[in-house]
């Protein structure tokens, strides 16, 4: 920190937001510290808390359950002071307790036979009194050493109940229920003496809530604690306690370093560590740097930490006596009698004594016909494993053979499995036998830096766990981990991954020591293959690349994989989409139906069964789609998904339609048959002949369907899907479709000297193909300007993919390179993307690609280089991964490693052309930063090549130096490079961003940025916090004085200091004010304060941006003018042509507007047309598809409708009617013309960026379904 003016000014990092991360939080905020940050590893908050409502509007408690003691309880406070506690007693047997008896508990042993009451009574009364005594501390000497198991045994072998068989038997499942209470396996294991340490709050142990449960308590919590204060998905990598930095004062700090999976680091003067000791056992020894000390470790090993579990059955209606409150099963020898719970192995006993530990069943609230059983230990970490079916039929068994009652069939289930939970490995915690609790908690609880090493300084407060993902290394290659090839594609990956986590997941390996391992190794083989960027790295650098990326230390439950993951990755019928081809998909023309779903959504497994049936029924008329937002997060949010599952219809040219119908097969089937073109023609005696002639003399076949009267006829519904089929002309056909395709007219086999739309038979003119490099079939599109300009589509050979690529392609340019054209000595400057097919990421780039093409036409060439075609080529330039895009500019070569994306490479190219970031070096770094003007103000990121978080700064940084260009110079150091210099700059952790400030005396003096978010916003919006401010702040005389009668032109920025979007916006218009000063003066208004002023200007909404000109001695209107934009870089463009209008007002009646171009700008460069320009030159691309001869079958036969109606030998006559366009300064792209606008004595360098499409293009389908018209009827030309 910079400032040290007082504690409220520390940074503090809370990691977990479970009640005791969220309560520090609120009580921090509360007491006025400013810089709180909660890190949360999971998609919600609550931690233990899990408030749930499943199946009906009335909450389920899957977590914590109630409110335990009154007096000195905070929580109990919450819910007295809220009126959030349940009416009544404060004990109600009504929310399922698992350790108390009632009076309305039904006892059954295991023959079937009530256990009679009266020896219920008396054995539960002297075990209260016993567990009493080791509360109170009140033991014998000779049971104070003993486990709590061996004092229960010796005391109650004492009492005259022993001697009876029932009073064993419930004495035994006392015990059984005490094990849920302390979250154990056994008593055995837990101390006696030590459980007296535990303090009992006065009033009722069991304070029941009401119908908002724990969630309720939690929305308290949250009111003070700001929404944006808390990260989820968050989880932490690692923490450094040991660091230490000079401050601006005399004082030192010791600040600590948080690093999450994700790369992000955050420094904190303090941490707050609230997560489970669970995940700490299991990861604690590595995730400290440097190790906690000896007494935190041996605290965290020898503290207990178990597992309860739920097992919630719902029922159609209420079986048990209105009377009865639980069904408690008493078994006549369980796991917790001493001898058969030692003699169990972790094997094959377990599947006939794990449901022994299920104490009984006992009502829910608010579930009239919902009961909940209770299992704990080891016993219930072993149910986990098993699945829900399994265990619920396990749970009728109990329940009917111990009463004997009429026990209906279950009709849903939810079943905690807090054990198998990575993130939280347990419930609570218990003191062994042999353990001084008291100090290991003390130890446990105490501060790092400890206070002698730390001057009285507290850095570090852990009070429990910690989440750690682990760092998982292995020399093995991935693909064979998951026994995949390099080609196979993100479904495959997916399905290899299942198929090995549901043999090789430790939780049906129990016995394997080494499971957890050898599955580690396969999830982390699946979690960097899946992402395209991850894989990337891997291919090109191996596991060196990966080593910021911690991915794999994470996986779920063997249920999770069996039942939530690849929901629909077997069913052929359903396309499983990503944000790879989702776009390609439903922009293709045909009609999708998507389901977004999310795998853990109960719902979404409800309709899976119906989405099968339903793409089965509809296979071949409409595409189905499923995309996984569990995995396409981004994906779904760009569409606006808040909810699960929801299904949309998606076709090119039409909003996205949502289904809100029944998810039943007919309502999905009516819904989708809505969007289905088809025209069935009813045909009688009567119009037969004449119906049948009209379609041949529009070149239009029929398929006719006869049947009589009494039967054998195709439904209504049956015959508008096969008249879809046959209209949309589906890849996946019915039967009769593929048929119908056999008798259709095969292609035009095209030669060299003829190429339009059609096939090449490669056998045949062997010649061509292998002078173009074409050794497969593939589809090519050659752009109509030569042989040698084409595109070959390296896609799915689904439909939609090539039709996708079609349009794409035809439109953009970019070029298949061979040899002979190659850019190795070209002049202009070359984008080469060096690629593989098989590589999804690649095929991933290349519609990107395409599209950024179309944005730097004029300015920048496009080619793909195929390396499994081009190995030599691709050698020369020694290019070890794919993708790997490079920039030639004649003798200068620059590697892309930005994002996957149009944008970013747009982004990367404006940053070479126009490059805004200064390389500095030591000499550089003295010359323009240590002996800067002082009105100058520098940023400077330090930082090294191989560190991820650097990398992922790099984009940001630019960004913000774009931004700020003209305000704040900035630069970089590479200390990799410049390793001393950095060290001698005390540079210590990277990437570490100074900001130099202008007007310094010290020019050597720096700020340290230190905020939580390095995105260009939070950087530009630090950096302008330095700098003096160029806005003014105007009083309602300033307004009337200066803006309304002043002779200064003045934009405003109404605001209100409440509004998040007004503090967001103010360091934006303080560009606007840099970018316009000396010609807009720019000032801000506070409405808040200046009520009147606002209204009288017409205000309302904030912020409101307006401009005042000054137009001569006329007095300008109170609300000025309007702007619609809160981006400097725009606000500044209208300022400017705004002012150009009334330096021409006056004029602009003389001038003559026939030659007149409107100025246009892309994100390269900008340019105005000021000349009238010659037509376009028409352009005729070429849709080809290369075969080996007779081949028949696959993409070519799937293909042949699809290609002939791109136009075939029609084309011609299409060309004959198309114009070309003569109006000065347009250009017209379409699927079939391609034309630029070139201004005379302006050449491709002058930044003229071509203009884009106008209107709607037509596209090859729409265009080659209306070929037929054109040349019937010239006219509709």
Known sequence: MSDCSGPEDAKVVIIGSGFAGLAAAATLVKAGFKNVLVLEAKERIGGRVNTTKPFTENIIEVGANWIHGQKGNPLYKIAKEQNLLSEGACASRNMCLPRSVSSRDYFFKEDGKPVPKKIVDQVSSLFSKLTDKAFDDELAPKHRDLTLGAYLDDAFGESPLAATEDGQQVFEWCKRTECTDEACSSLYEVSASQISNYTALEGGFFNTLGPGGYRAILDVLLKDVPSETIKCNAPVK?????????????????????????????????????????????????????????????????????????????????????????????WKEGPEDKDVYDSLSEGDAWKTTWFKKITGFDTVARHPTALCGWITGREALYMEKLQDSEIGDTCLRLLRSFTGWSVPAVSKMLISRWGSDSQVRGSYTFVPDGVDGVAAHKALASPLPPKDKSGGKRHLQVLFAVWLFVTISSDEDYYKLLGISKEASTREIRQAFKKLALTMHPDKNPNDATAHEKFLKINRAYEVLKDEDLRKKYDKYGEKGLQDEQQGGRYESWNYYRYDFGIYDDDPEITTLDRGDFDAAVNSGEVWFVNFYFPRCSHCHDLAPTWREFAKEMDGVIRIGAVNCGDNGMLCRSKGINSYPSLYVFRAGMKPEKYYG?????????????????????????????????????????????????????????????????????????????????????????????????????????????????????????KGVGIHDFEIHHGKDALYNVVAFAKESVNAHVTTLRPENFPSHEKEPWLVDFFAPWCPPCRALLPELRKASIQLFGQLKFGTL??????????????????????????????????????????????????????????SFQELVKRRKSSETWMVDFYAPWCGPCQALLPEWRRMARMLSGIVNVGTVDCQKHHSFCQGENVRAYPEIRLFPQNNNRRDQYQSYNGWHRDAFSLKTWALSSLPRASVDLSPEDFKRKVLGGKDHWVLDFYAPWCGPCQQFAPEFEVLARMMKGTVRAGKVDCQAHFQTCQNAGITAYPSVRFYPHIGTTRRDQGGEHINSRDATVIADILRQRLQQLALQGKSSKLKPENSCISISSSISTGACVAQLPPPVQVHPNFLHFSKGEEKGGVQSARRPRAQMFGGRNVQGLWQHIKPFSSPCQSVRSSLHSAQCVCPGMGAGTGLTPWPPRGHQDTLLTLASRIRALEENPSVA
């Not at 056999?742 to 292609?747: A, F, G, V």
């Not at 095209?750 to 056998?763: I, N, R, W, Y």
């Not at 920039?887 to 490479?905: L, M």
């Open 238 to 330: 690692s923490i450094r306690w040991d660091l230490v930095k000079e401050g601006n004062c005399e004082d030192e700090r010791c600040p600590v370093q948080i690093v999450c999976e994700n790369g992000q680091s955050f420094e904190a003067d303090h941490v707050i560590v609230t997560v489970s000791l669970g995940v700490l056992k299991e990861k604690g020894a590595t995730m400290f740097e440097p190790a906690l000390p000896a007494n935190k470790l041996s605290a965290i090993k020898n503290l207990g930490f178990g597992i309860v579990d739920k097992i919630f059955l719902f029922f159609e209606k209420r079986f048990w006596p209105e009377d009865c409150e639980g069904i408690q099963m008493v």
């Open 662 to 782: 029944d998810r039943t097969k007919s309502g999905l089937t009516t819904f989708a048959m809505q969007f289905v073109e088809s025209k069935v023609t009813e045909l009688w005696q009567g119009n037969i002949f004449s119906e049948i002639d009209r379609a041949f003399a529009e070149r239009i076949g029929w398929l006719i369907t006869f049947c009589a009267d009494t039967g054998d006829c195709l439904e209504p519904q049956t015959r508008r899907k096969l008249a879809g089929m046959l209209f949309i002309l589906s890849l996946d056909t019915k039967e009769i479709y593929a048929q119908v395709l056999q008798h259709l007219p095969d292609l035009e086999i095209l030669t060299k000297s003829s190429f339009e739309v059609g096939k090449v038979d490669c056998v045949a003119d062997s010649e061509l193909c292998a002078s173009l490099y074409i050794q497969k079939p593939c589809v090519a599109v050659f």
């Open 866 to 923: 195929d390396c499994t075609v081009h190995e030599r080529l691709c050698n020369m330039y020694n290019i070890h991964a794919y993708p790997t895009t490079v920039i030639f500019n004649k003798s200068s070569i620059h590697e892309y490693e930005g994002h996957h994306s149009a944008d970013g490479i747009l982004e990367f190219i404006e940053d070479l052309v126009n490059p805004v970031v200064v390389t500095l070096t030591p000499e």
